[in-house]
């Protein structure tokens, strides 16, 4: 095939609503495809997710019970409630608990940080999972002190 034909092939497509020919001749074989200028229509994000979380997390303070202090997390880290898998938790929903006590540990660069109580009274909640990342100053456990 000539360059001749090669182009005015590449200039019909252009003109035409065409976005690809093949074209075989004498043993010879020739593909032009147009590229697509279609602007994918992206779909608007309803809500901002963002804000949403925002809006929960206020929510969430307001709800809590009045009186409750938590304790809090001094590192960014893992936390576990037991110091060895099959080892018992160190607090448990319900338990009383004493200023100095060790209540949990935040794992922080292959360091298990003993966290102690600086409270006296009753574990109330527990809002960290065993094995979650939690972040400075995630309240990990919630507590009605006497």
């Not at 992206?42 to 809590?64: C, F, G, H, M, Y």
């Amino acid at each position: 095939m000539k360059i001749s034909f090669i182009k005015k092939l590449i200039e019909l497509i252009e003109e035409m609503d065409v976005e690809e020919i093949e074209i075989r001749r004498l043993g010879t074989s020739i593909r032009i495809r147009k590229e697509s200028k279609k602007i994918k229509e992206v779909p608007r994000a309803t809500k901002n997710p963002v804000q949403d979380l925002a809006e929960e997390t206020k929510i969430e303070e307001k709800s809590e019970m009045t009186g409750v202090v938590a304790i809090q997390a001094p590192m960014v880290g893992t936390f576990y409630k037991a110091p060895a898998p099959d080892a018992p938790p160190y607090v448990e929903i319900g338990d009383r608990i004493v200023p100095g006590q060790i209540v949990c540990i935040v794992e922080a660069m292959k360091i298990m940080n003993e966290i102690e109580s600086d409270v006296r009274g009753t574990i109330v909640d527990i809002l960290a999972k065993n094995d979650d990342p939690v972040e400075f100053n995630q309240k990990l456990l919630l507590v009605k002190p006497e």
